[in-house]
């Protein structure tokens, strides 16, 4: 398994700031994922983080919104950009080990006002 | 979209086995299925995965019908801090996890 850990673990802002998410990892990983949890809602997944190259966004995600750096194997982070209140979710990272199974971090919990 | 259908929810007995099934009649060769957990707003738990034979861990049994078609997570002894989300889904190895709505199992005492 990997052990992962997301920073902050919740934050309140006001709209039109952004927020940087961070994703650490314990141990060296390809792939690392980001999730979006809208309230309610099931989890969805916004993009891939690709190391040493540009994210892979899925549809109705882009980069302006959501900028997306991965420096090494085991740090990522997420920046939810120019936030409304329709940014208030829970962000997820996961990120997939070579046991073929994503595991997932704790989540960030935004509320923006 | 996800790949798979499940109720939306069930209660099952506290101490009782739950058996959570899941319908997955498109699914690929290739495609294993996944099974996690989200305990009110935490991350997603890693449950089980398999992908022909049934597999047991410390967790869960995983049964999977021999086309494959659908299965059946089975927690044997359900407890309280089993209530929880439940998420069947199918992939590639190393492929994206999408989710769908999942089941919500409420244990009851």
């Known amino acids: 398994s990997a052990v992962i850990s997301q920073k902050p673990s919740r934050d309140i802002c006001q709209r039109g700031t952004s927020l940087t998410i961070q994703c650490q990892v314990d141990?060296?990983?390809?792939?690392m994922f980001w999730y979006r949890q809208q309230p309610g809602q099931s989890l969805t997944l916004i993009a891939t983080?690709?190391?040493?190259?540009?994210?892979?966004?899925e549809s109705g995600f882009v980069i302006d919104k959501f900028p997306i750096s991965r420096p090494n194997l085991t740090f990522s982070t997420l920046t939810v950009s120019n936030m409304s209140p329709e940014d208030s979710s829970i962000y997820l990272c996961?990120?997939?080990?070579?046991?073929?199974?994503?595991?997932f971090g704790p989540g960030t919990r935004l509320l923006v006002l | 979209d996800a790949k798979t259908t499940q109720p939306p929810s069930m209660d099952c007995a506290e101490g009782r086995a739950a058996n959570l099934p899941c319908n997955h009649s498109?699914?690929?060769?290739?495609?294993?299925v996944y099974w996690y957990r989200q305990i009110h707003s935490q991350g997603p738990q890693y449950i089980i995965h398999?992908?022909?034979n049934n597999e047991t861990n410390e967790m869960a049994s995983l049964i999977i019908t021999e086309d494959r078609k659908s299965s059946t997570l089975i927690l044997p002894h359900a407890t309280l801090r089993d209530t929880a989300v439940y998420y069947c889904?199918?992939?590639?190895?190393?492929?994206?996890?999408?989710f769908g709505p999942g089941t919500s199992l409420s244990v009851i005492p």
């Open positions: 889904i199918v992939r590639v190895a190393f492929g994206k996890v999408i």
């Open positions: 996961s990120v997939e080990t070579n046991q073929e199974t994503q595991y």
């Open positions: 398999g992908l022909k």
């Open positions: 141990s060296q990983v390809t792939m």
């Open positions: 983080a690709n190391q040493g190259s540009e994210a892979t966004y």
């Open positions: 498109t699914i690929s060769g290739n495609e294993y």
